[in-house]
């Protein structure tokens, strides 16, 4: 039996380079609307490939920490994206792999007023609220095609996540 | 000289159908993630054609209100969504009109919680954020083309926004 505990680090867009894009305010916007709104232009793309790029709202039970982490999923077909619609903080669990989650690569980040939009085929954690139920605009892929990878981390492996 | 005086009805989706979507929490969601996630499913497609959907934060000023109305604008090739980063208040502005805004059709909504889902070719005024300096995820598109049309209201016209 082998032990991975994971706190987390903030969330960067360096830090988060491999796995897709941090979407927050940054950088210099164009003055738009008559100069009444800085637009923070392609802070993000949405890859859906021959597939269609939609909008959904996600509402999320809160976690209880430290939690044991026993699967991850992906999504080969299309990009990812978590816009919360509040300020509440919330973490972003994520590794690499090929055919499968690389636990011995696994990052934690905590974000807050900040979005993530995963790249296709990033491994990833099911949302993973804080507190209070919380909502996110998810902008990500339909169409044809399986679009969901879920995987079992070895139960020979216990890892834990908490703050 | 004619005058248009508008407030705001509320945002709702029958009210709105013809300038494009809310995008709410409503309907029967699906259970995800081992049941700890509410998935309200394609709340809204990303319309681009050709182009490419795209990410990005619009930072608002607020507007002082009662505000005089000009223009309107509208984007051909592609749908533009408003998710709002908070439950900050904010006014919608749109109407109908083939080659210009057609004044005598314009509708005001207080959205608070909700996003908006323009499609092309849709009249809509630019941010009207109320309050506070209100930031914005916004979806809309990228690509070769001219997507942007503004167009003034005749100056024998006075429109006047308040709430």
């Known amino acids: 039996m082998s032990f991975i505990k994971l ?14 894009d941090v979407i927050e305010v940054t950088g210099k916007p164009v003055m738009i609307n008559e100069g009444t709104t800085e637009r923070y232009h392609r802070l993000g793309d949405v890859g859906v490939g021959e597939g269609l790029g939609i909008m959904n709202i996600f509402r999320a039970q ?3 920490l430290p939690m044991m982490i026993t699967m991850m999923e992906r999504h080969p077909l299309g990009s990812q994206a978590f816009l919360p619609c509040n ?6 669990l994520v590794c690499e792999g090929e055919s499968k989650p690389d636990a011995s690569t696994l990052k934690l980040f ?6 993530v939009n995963y790249q296709a085929n990033c491994w ?13 605009w998810v902008v990500d892929r339909a169409g044809p095609g399986l679009n969901l990878e879920e ?3 070895d139960t020979s492996l216990s890892i834990e ?3």
Chains 1, 2 share one sequence.
């Not at 706190?7 to 897709?20: C, D, M, Q, S, V």
């Not at 905590?110 to 979005?115: K, S």
């Not at 990833?124 to 996110?136: G, I």
């Open 161 to 163: 996540v908490s703050l």
């Open 151 to 153: 995987m079992d981390f």
């Open 124 to 136: 990833h954690h099911p949302l993973l609220a804080l507190d209070d139920v919380s909502d996110f």
């Open 62 to 64: 809160p976690r209880v």
């Open 7 to 20: 706190t987390p680090e903030p969330l960067t867009a360096i830090a988060f380079e491999k796995f897709g």
């Open 87 to 92: 300020e509440k903080p919330y973490l972003v």
């Open 110 to 115: 905590l974000a807050q007023g900040q979005g």
